[in-house]
């Protein structure tokens, strides 16, 4: 497949995870930029990051603008991400990519577990 294609494949699926879910493309980005991409895992953190920002901003704006956000509900929350955005942010170079890969895996084991428990 062309890489333009892949790109937008794998933009789609990001893009979908965040208007459905509210967030989570990353939980696609990392392991396709990964293994059909071939990014190396630090870079393809990385990436995912700078995509998933423009992507909530945008699931954001739009579910503002159909009255499902209120704003003083999610100061709090919006204060603590970026404070964590922050310190991860200067720490992520310290990371080795073993522990990078560990805490990604229990990411999505919570996640999962907590989906099928709520079902």
């Not at 789609?12 to 509210?22: H, Q, S, T, V, Y």
């Not at 990014?39 to 579910?63: C, G, H, N, R």
């Not at 996640?111 to 079902?119: D, M, N, Q």
Request: charged residues 10%; contains cysteine; glycine residues 16%.
């Amino acid at each position: 497949m062309k890489d333009k294609c892949k790109y937008l494949v794998i933009g789609a699926c990001a893009g979908a995870a965040n208007g459905f879910f509210g967030s989570g493309g990353g939980l696609f980005l990392v392991p396709l930029f990964t293994g059909w991409l071939g990014m190396q895992q630090k870079q393809a953190f990385a990436t995912s990051i700078a995509v998933i920002f423009p992507l909530s901003a945008v699931s954001a704006i739009i579910y503002f603008w159909k009255g499902g956000i209120e704003l003083s509900a999610a100061m709090p929350y919006l204060l603590g991400g970026a404070a964590g955005g922050l310190l991860s942010g200067l720490c992520f170079s310290r990371v080795s990519v073993p522990l990078l890969r560990k805490a990604f895996a229990l990411l999505l084991l919570w996640g999962g577990i907590r989906a099928v428990l709520l079902l």
